[in-house]
């Protein structure tokens, strides 16, 4: 599934080529979608930006319509000139939106519905402004005390709730408990307020050092010193944790772990050293 940096640079291309543009073509092979196009038509409305809000994009049109995509794990969007050949097949096309000097195009997007403002903010299932980790409108605050509203539940759960940090995805959440040293495993109300608000910032930093201009499309959370040139496509090379079970810890050589956490039995990477459970005794000496 792409990880919020993702959908964040998706939309950034997307607002840059499309906002502020008349849209001159729309056509899709979702019946909602094309209904509602039939009805009040796309074309000749304007583009006026595109957004991230967590794992969702948001397309806004002039006129209170907003297209709300999720990409799940299969879907994505390209942005081409016309006559540009695609890099997909057109049978994995599921929308288009064209202007005057770009064509946009949903590949395989399995989640795509139209939406006005209010009907948007009424939707628990798109996260608010205020969860968005790199939204203009993420409050930290609020996110300190949503995280610690599951104290019964493990802090890589929780990490993964997009009501609480929209944007956290499985890759980030094993490098968030490592960068702030807390176990994955340890519920959420052992956890000091301060505690707490270190996992908060954490994500913010590591997320938003991830949207640079300069970042490739590839999650980064560990810059060693030795910047090795051979093996660069290797995810490993990047990361502290994630994908590096058995390999040892970058900070203390210890062996990382790997074990499936949550009811979506989802991979958590971690160091037993470098992140001890609550009160557990380090038996390596
Ligand atoms: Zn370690």
Redesign the pocket.
Known sequence: MPEGDNIFRAARTLNRALAGNSVTGFRSNYALLTRFNDDTPLTGRTVERVEARGKWLLMHFSGDAILVTHMLMSGSWHIYRHGERWQLPAAMMRMVVETKDFVAVGFNVPVAEMHTAQSLARDPRIPGLASDVLGGGFDANAAVKSLLSYPDAELGEVLLRQTVLAGVGNVFKSEICFTAGLNPFRKVGTLTREQAAQVVSTAQKLLESNVLEDSGDRIVTYRGRRRRTTHRSDPGESLWVYGRSGEP?R????AIRRRLQGADARGTYW?P??QPMPGARDVDG
């Open positions: 810890c900070r203390c050589g210890e160091c050293r470098c």
